[in-house]
C-alpha cells in the first residue's frame, strides 16, 4: 500500500496500492459514488472533484474524451482516476438529499416572506 485516499465529506480514508482506481478505493473505505456501468466509463455517473495536490496518475485519451474539458474545474471520473500517492476528492451530495435540501431551502424563503 502506498497510496492513501480521503473522500470528503465524510472524511473517510483508506490505504490502497498505487495504480488504484478513486471508484475501487472508495469501494475499499465504503464510501458509495454512484454508478451504472460498473467502471467502464459509459455512465459519467461516478464524477468526483479532485482537491488540488492530489497524486494521481495520467489522464487516460478515454476518460478525456468523455470529460470534454471539465477535468480542468479538477472533476474527474472515479472509475478511470488511478492514484499514485496521496489523493483527496470531494463526492457531488447525493442528487435526492440534494433536492430534498433545495427544496426546503425554497420553503423556507417563501415563509420568510410572509413574516
Not at 28 to 41: D, E, F, L, N
Not at 64 to 69: C, F, I, P, S
Request: net charge positive; with cysteine; charged share 30%.
Amino acid at each position: 500500500m502506498d497510496a492513501e485516499i480521503t473522500f470528503w465529506p465524510s472524511g473517510r480514508a483508506v490505504k490502497v496500492k498505487r495504480g488504484t482506481s478513486v471508484l475501487d478505493a472508495s469501494r475499499r473505505a465504503g464510501v458509495s459514488i454512484a454508478t451504472r456501468c460498473g467502471g467502464k466509463a459509459a455512465c459519467f455517473m461516478c464524477k468526483v472533484t479532485v482537491l488540488p495536490g492530489s497524486e494521481l496518475l495520467p489522464m487516460g485519451d478515454e476518460e478525456r474524451r468523455k470529460l470534454a474539458g471539465l477535468e480542468e474545474k479538477n472533476i474527474r471520473l472515479s472509475c478511470q482516476t488511478r492514484v499514485s500517492g496521496k489523493v483527496e476528492v470531494e463526492l457531488p451530495p447525493d442528487p435526492l438529499r440534494a433536492a430534498v435540501a433545495k427544496a426546503l431551502a425554497r420553503q423556507k424563503e417563501e415563509s420568510d416572506e410572509l413574516w
